[in-house]
T-cell receptor, first 113, second 109 residues
């Protein structure tokens, strides 16, 4: 089975721009979660999608948004980028929602200049 | 709010020494607890779950409700255990998996 695939792997943006990150879950997995990973804060939960509906949301500003498509693929968008948004964004998929057994992708590393 | 605390950012031990990575949680009910590991240049992956009471790669973790802890232990560390370890929990049903800030384990010979 192919693992969780995230694109792009690396990207550089400037302040004020927006970015869209994509995640393809493991085949058959219907839940997709997104996390922001930074050296200082570790892994912080962004949101979880299941059956195209956002089921849980972390404590991030409204500039961070996401969606899930009917094939379970997910995208997250960050608008009006700030320097502090530089991070590794990890996507994880699972068979069920609200489960601790997550399968992670390699991440998309965003650098904001 | 549900919170997971890993008090040590870095733990350095010698090969063959015992290892204990500390984790405390704040949820007052019965959480589900997990340990995840990220080896260098590899994906974050599940190491073990408290409900399965299993031993993976020689690691075990016991849930102590009185101390609200879920420490990860291994009696004899190996160099290949060097990695970042994250403790995580799900509190109330339907909520998301929340991670601690992680502890880097460095095992040297």
């Amino acid at each position: 089975k192919a693992g969780v695939t995230q694109t792009p792997r690396y990207l550089i943006k400037t302040r004020g721009q927006q970015v869209t990150l994509s995640c393809s879950p493991i085949s058959g997995h219907r839940s997709v979660s997104w996390y922001q990973q930074t050296p200082g804060q570790g892994l912080q939960f962004l949101f979880e999608y299941f059956s195209e509906t956002q089921r849980n949301k972390g404590n991030f500003p409204g500039r961070f948004s996401g969606r899930q498509f009917s094939n379970s693929r997910s995208e997250m968008n960050v608008s009006t980028l700030e320097l502090g948004d530089s991070a590794l964004y990890l996507c994880a998929s699972s068979l069920f929602r609200s489960t601790g057994e997550l399968f992670f992708g390699e991440g998309s590393r965003l650098t904001v200049l | 709010a549900q919170r997971v605390t890993q008090p040590e950012k870095l733990l350095s031990v010698f090969k063959g020494a015992p290892v204990e990575l500390k984790c405390n949680y704040s949820y007052s009910g019965s959480p589900e607890l997990f340990w995840y590991v990220q080896y260098s240049r590899q994906r974050l992956q599940l190491l073990l779950r408290h409900i399965s009471r299993e031993s993976i790669k020689g690691f075990t973790a016991d849930l102590n409700k009185g101390e609200t802890s879920f420490h990860l232990k291994k009696p004899f560390a190996q160099e290949e255990d060097s990695a970042m370890y994250y403790c995580a929990s799900i509190g109330q049903a339907g909520t998301a998996l929340i991670f601690g800030k992680g502890t880097t384990l460095s095992v040297s010979s």
